[in-house]
């Protein structure tokens, strides 16, 4: 389990990947559940963030292609639907065992690249929901043994929605109320029509090369494409330039403290409720 007293997004720094900067949800001290609907959901949506962060996308500053676009409205479809499909209203019986008590499962991580991608989006993207998936596997619900609440699918749809919208409003210029609206897509027509020329400046369309030595291979990446039991993976911490860390290192008396007068720095869908704090 992480060594860390923080949520942040962990560092998997495991053999080259460490060197890469690739992240896993900070599961804390949660490494199962006993919930088959969040088992499935975490990776659903672990095994799709995964495809979209090993796209050609994430090496470069400028917008995203149609294709990564795509790839997030059919994700933002389809958890919606099994969000809805799955989540019981407060009001209705949840189905229960009479006789059987299921011996859970442990969760996989797909190890994505995020603290060295270069795509402002889809490090923002992947961000947002490297934290939905590490509320989901510490969510006290991951105790109920078949369903899943809509307070529970709120919470994982705010992460969504935030996706959508940054994603509605910024590269197809749609407006934010419009955006935020319930039921809320693009149409095929908006997606066909994308043309970040419209709305970016002259700067963000242009890049240099990225390094091309940092592209793995399909078999390179089948053992994290399977997934990784999150009882095997090693004592993971967060990315070394973290707040967490620089404070903690600093009142230990491990880091050089600033001096007086300095400053120092670091680098067609449902709707569900928000979560009830």
């Known amino acids: 389990m992480p060594v860390t007293n923080t949520d942040a997004i962990l560092w998997y720094n495991v053999g080259d990947f460490g060197d890469l900067g690739y992240a896993v949800p900070n599961f ?10 969040i088992f499935d959901f975490c990776n659903l949506v672990g095994q799709n963030l995964f495809g979209l962060m090993h796209h050609e996308d994430v090496d470069m500053r ?3 292609s149609i294709n990564t676009l795509r790839r997030v409205h059919k994700l933002y479809v389809r958890a919606g639907k099994i969000l809805e499909g799955r989540a019981v209203p407060p009001g209705k019986l949840n189905m229960e065992t009479l006789h059987v008590n299921p011996g ?22 992947a961000g947002l929901i490297l934290v939905m998936l590490a509320e989901a596997m510490q969510h006290t619900e991951n105790r109920k ?7 529970f699918a709120g919470l994982m749809d705010q992460y969504l929605r935030r ?6 409003v910024e590269l197809f210029g749609k407006g934010v109320d419009a955006a935020q609206s319930p039921g809320f897509l693009l149409t095929d027509e908006e997606l066909a029509a994308y043309d970040p ?10 890049d240099t090369v990225p390094s091309l030595s940092q592209v793995f291979t399909e078999d390179r990446l089948r053992v994290l494409r399977e997934g990784v039991p999150t009882t095997t993976l090693p004592n993971l911490q967060p990315w070394p ?6 404070y903690a290192n600093m009142a230990s008396g491990d880091g050089a403290a600033a001096k007086d007068g300095e400053s ?5 869908r449902a709707s569900f409720p928000a979560p009830t704090p």
């Open 28 to 37: 804390s001290n949660d490494v199962g559940t006993l919930n088959p609907q």
């Open 62 to 64: 400028t917008p995203p």
């Open 104 to 125: 859970g499962e442990v969760f996989r991580v797909y190890p994505v690249p995020y603290f060295k991608v270069r795509s402002d989006y889809m490090r923002r993207w």
């Open 145 to 151: 043994e078949t369903e899943i609440s809509t307070s």
């Open 163 to 168: 996706v959508y919208v940054n994603m509605a």
């Open 197 to 206: 020329t419209k709305f970016f400046t002259g700067t963000e369309l242009v």
């Open 241 to 246: 330039v973290n707040l967490t860390s620089y």
């Open 264 to 268: 120092s720095t670091t680098g067609d």
